[in-house]
Every structure is written in structure tokens, then in C-alpha cells.
């Protein structure tokens, strides 16, 4: 295989990571593989993979200096490719690498779309993509399948970029919550007059209804406040995944001083992409299967 996809250093740029982002691509690649082996027996107009915060598609681990393969490239080498690739990313630099290194996979150049910029509004382009693909009819072929992977480094990621891939007919999400991001800001936030990151991430200011109604409270806020962000992607019309069923459809991603990060949070509107992705999270990435 060309070095340019293999875990190891090709000379281009790479994101430093911590030893955590291993476990969110290990559930990330497995849902990967497992929705397109399951999906590509249907006729879809198109199937395509999202990522709007994409990197330069290789990381290296800050303490062991090992390097591993980003979301867009385990989305690129999965055993069956998506038809179709949105890749979005502020840095030009980080993008360019990820476009030589996407040139060396077997998808077609054609299919891979990559767009310099801010992802809440170049996510407007990629729907309008997708809308335009949905618009060609053709008799017994279904609509597009979607997978959007949202994964910033903190609360960039604003309400109006998942409310607007929720309008598309099928659209499965894998979502960063930065449970740091929220500790960090919240109270610096929850008096203010004027908009927050906060209030533009969680889509409005209910949040701080739900932060003054707990705060206070032995089991914290940030349950709650999950559950309310969670609320909103079932307003969304995606299918509800109650933690208090199981637990671990919300991976949390800890840093080596076990301090909470970030969780995934899933959402889909399909039943069967939530059993997919209930059955994937129940693994971690060292082989143990999380029990109730």
C-alpha cells in the first residue's frame, strides 16, 4: 500500500493527537464499515460520507509519537468506499495534504469534493450537493444515504450545522460533544447578555435553564444538559437513544488524567442505525464489552 495511507510519517502534515482519539476512530471505523456493508445491497442515488472538521487525515500521538490513520482516510480505505466524499477544513494546509493523500485511494478523484472554509456555512454547500443529487429521479432508486461525521476541537461545532443536515431525507450523525468545552465555558457564559459560543452551540439559550435548574445538584449538570442537547436532535426527528437503557451509546473519551473530554453522541432515523450503532459501542477498543 502507498505510505501515503499507511500510519506512518510521508512527509505532509499531521494532527497531534491524544492517546483517546485512537478509541473515537475505533468507533468511528467500525460504523463506518458496518454501514456500508450493510447498506450498498440497496440502490441509493448516492452514498456519502461528511466530514466537515476532516484534518489532514493522519495523526500522530503527542506522547508515543505513534502515527494513525484520521476519519476521512478510514473513510477513503474502507473495504467499500462511499460513492461520494465531502471533506471541509479551515486549514488550507491541512486540506491540501489530505487531498494528495486522498489521490492514492482507489476512489475516483471526480468523487471526492474538498471545500476550504468555515463548516457552518459550507455546510450550506454541501446540501445543496446533495439536494441537487436527490433531484435527479430515477425509478427504484432510493434517495441518497448520508454519514456526516462532526468531530471539532471544542464547541466549534454550531446547532445550525446539525440542523441543517437534518433536513435531509437520511442523514446519520456522529457527533462531538465536548463535555470539556461546556465545563469550561458554562459559567463564564450563563450570565451574559449578549450570545455565547454556548448558546450558538446548543442552538438557543434553553441550556441555561437547564445549567440554573442543576447546578447545584449532587449528580451535576451535565447529564442534563446532554439530554438536552439529545431533545433536540429527537425536535430533529431523529430516532431517540436513551442513556439510561444503555450507557455506553455515549462513548466518553477521557485524558490519561481520566478527566471526561468529549463524548460521541449518535443520531439517526433509522431504527436500524441505532441497533448498528448500540451494538458497535458496546465493544471498546481494547476488546472488553461494556455490560449494564
Not at 440542523?163 to 450570565?191: F, P, T, W
Not at 442552538?203 to 435553564?209: I, L, N
Not at 449532587?218 to 436513551?242: C, D, F, M, T
Request: hydrophobic content about 35%; overall charge positive.
Amino acid at each position: 500500500m502507498d505510505k501515503y495511507l499507511l500510519p506512518e510519517d510521508d512527509g505532509l502534515p499531521v494532527r497531534p493527537s491524544g492517546d483517546w482519539a485512537k478509541d473515537k476512530l475505533f468507533y468511528v471505523k467500525h460504523y463506518i464499515d458496518t454501514f456500508e456493508k450493510s447498506m450498498r445491497k440497496k440502490e441509493w442515488r448516492s452514498r456519502i460520507f461528511i466530514d466537515l472538521f476532516a484534518g489532514p487525515g493522519k495523526c500522530i500521538d503527542r506522547d508515543t509519537q505513534e502515527y494513525f490513520l484520521g476519519s476521512p482516510l478510514l473513510a477513503l480505505t474502507t473495504e467499500i468506499p462511499f460513492t461520494d466524499y465531502f471533506f471541509v477544513d479551515t486549514d488550507t494546509e491541512s486540506l491540501e495534504a489530505l487531498k494528495i493523500r486522498s489521490q492514492k485511494t482507489a476512489v475516483p478523484v471526480d468523487r471526492i469534493r474538498f471545500l476550504p472554509g468555515n463548516s457552518n456555512k459550507m455546510v450550506h454547500e454541501v446540501t445543496k450537493e446533495i439536494r441537487r443529487i436527490d433531484s435527479q429521479y430515477i425509478p427504484g432508486v432510493w434517495p441518497s444515504l448520508n454519514l456526516a461525521f462532526l468531530d471539532p476541537n471544542g464547541l466549534e461545532l454550531e446547532w445550525n450545522i446539525v440542523a441543517e443536515l437534518a433536513q435531509m431525507k437520511r442523514m446519520d450523525l456522529i457527533i462531538h460533544y465536548s463535555q470539556q468545552g461546556v465545563e469550561r465555558m458554562v459559567k463564564r457564559s450563563i450570565n451574559s447578555q449578549s450570545e455565547t459560543t454556548l448558546d450558538r452551540f446548543f442552538g438557543d439559550a434553553g441550556w441555561r435553564v437547564v445549567y440554573n435548574n442543576h447546578k447545584d445538584s449532587a449528580r451535576g449538570y451535565h447529564r442534563p444538559l446532554i439530554n438536552y442537547y439529545k431533545s433536540k436532535l429527537k425536535g430533529l426527528k431523529y430516532v431517540e437513544v436513551k442513556d439510561d437503557e444503555e450507557i455506553w451509546t455515549e462513548p466518553l473519551m477521557r485524558n490519561q488524567k481520566n478527566a471526561p473530554l468529549y463524548r460521541l453522541l449518535f443520531a439517526s432515523k433509522s431504527e436500524l442505525g441505532v441497533k448498528f450503532w448500540k451494538d458497535i459501542t458496546r465493544i471498546k477498543r481494547s476488546g472488553q464489552i461494556q455490560l449494564l
